[in-house]
Every structure is written in C-alpha cells, then in structure tokens.
C-alpha cells in the first residue's frame, strides 16, 4: 500500500514560510509529486522529485529522502493567491496515488 | 504542458442514465488517466485510456461501470453508467509523456446526479 500522510490545515502570514509534510508508506514508485488545488479547480503541478534531495522552483521548493519516506513542500514569501489545498502524490508513470491535502490559510 | 480541455464541464443527471465525457488535448500524448474526486476528497485514479486497446482499471473500478476509449493519441471518453447519486463527483482527465514525469489535469467535469 502507499498510505499518505499529510496535515490537513495550516494557517500562515502573508510573506511568511510554511511547509508541508508529507510522508508516505509504499512498495516503490518513480516520483513524488506536488499539487496545488484552489476550490471548484483542478490540481495545477508544482514540482516533483524522484532523487533524494531538494528541487527549487521559485517561491516553491520540494525535498524528498526516500529511505525515511518524507517529503516537505516550502513555500516562502506567501501571498494570499497561495490559500489553496496542496497534494502530496507518489507515482510512476503517471498512475499517482494521493494524500488528502493540506488546506493552506494565508492571512493578512 | 499541453492544453486539455472537457466536456462538458458539468451537468446534472438523473439515476439510472448515463453520461459520456470527453477529454481533449492540444498535442499528442502518451498517456491519458481518469480521476475522480468526490466532495471533499482527494483525487482517486480510474483507470488509464490505452489507445487502441482496453482500458486498464484500478482496483475497485470495473469497465461495466466506467467504459473509456481512446481513439487516438489526443482524445478520450469516459462513461459513467447506470448513475446513482454516489457518483455525484469531479471527473478529471488526466496526460503525461513517459519522456517527462510532469503531469497535468483538464479542468474537470463536475457531475451531480440526483
């Protein structure tokens, strides 16, 4: 199984950092993937890893270390456009299994 | 990322009918998907649209239920039969190349079936 663990909410100041875990149970997959999901919307991609270590994409960063089965997604200089649910998904070749979502609040 | 579009984008169904959704993609892809995402849930894979060949469903999900074709390297369908009100759902396509781990979504079909 890939049992997928993430916080469901998490309140943060805009311009602050926050970030979000993620840690999962499974039998092997190729990547680790992160979304972004605002409400009535589809999952919009954000990153992903498929070697230990830390990938930066502007204000978003990902890390993944497979042997403890952890991935945190950061998100620095938040802005209010970033209250939205983020996803943590573990995946091969496209076939993803997800997490319930981190319901991030940014608040003034 | 290519472009993927749905139809329709939502609807309202009675029990017992059936519908069809179509996902459509600006460019050729590898692989197409089916998600569903009930009210409040996170997003659970269907099956994945093999073209020119049977679709290959995740456990729990049965073709009888939710036959899909794929056609071509740009297009798929999805049917929802013989609906009840438990898949009132988001139904969302999904692409990807085997060249590249990135994977995007269409906008999603918002189904309610009373």
């Known amino acids: 199984g890939q049992n997928i663990d993430?916080?469901?909410?998490?309140?943060?100041?805009?311009?602050?950092?926050?970030?979000?875990?993620c840690t999962y149970q499974t039998s092997g997959f190729n990547g680790l993937f992160w979304y972004q999901q605002h409400a009535g919307e589809a999952p919009t991609f954000l990153s992903y890893n498929v070697l230990d270590g830390l990938e930066e994409k502007g204000r978003f960063s990902s890390f993944l270390s497979r042997s403890k089965g952890y991935s945190y997604l950061l998100l620095k200089e938040l802005q209010m456009k970033d209250s939205a649910s983020y996803l943590c998904a573990v995946g091969s070749w496209g076939k993803l299994q997800f997490g319930a979502g981190t319901q991030v609040v940014v608040t003034p | 990322s290519a472009v993927i579009s749905q139809k329709p984008s939502r609807d309202i169904c009675q029990r017992g009918t059936s519908l069809t959704i179509q996902c459509q993609v600006d460019s050729q892809v590898t692989m197409m998907f089916w998600y569903r995402q009930q009210p409040g849930q996170s997003l659970t894979l269907i099956a994945t649209?093999?073209?020119?060949?049977?679709?290959?469903?995740?456990?729990?999900?049965?073709?009888?239920?939710?036959?899909?074709s794929r056609p071509n390297l740009t297009f798929s369908t999805l049917t929802v039969s013989n609906m009840s009100p438990e898949d009132s759902s988001i139904y969302l396509c999904s692409v990807g190349q085997r060249s590249s781990y990135e994977q995007y979504f269409g906008p999603g079909t918002r189904l309610t079936v009373t």
């Open chain 2, 49 to 68: 649209a093999n073209q020119g060949s049977e679709a290959t469903y995740e456990s729990g999900f049965v073709i009888d239920k939710f036959p899909i």
């Open chain 1, 6 to 21: 993430q916080p469901t909410e998490m309140t943060a100041t805009e311009g602050a950092i926050v970030q979000i875990n």
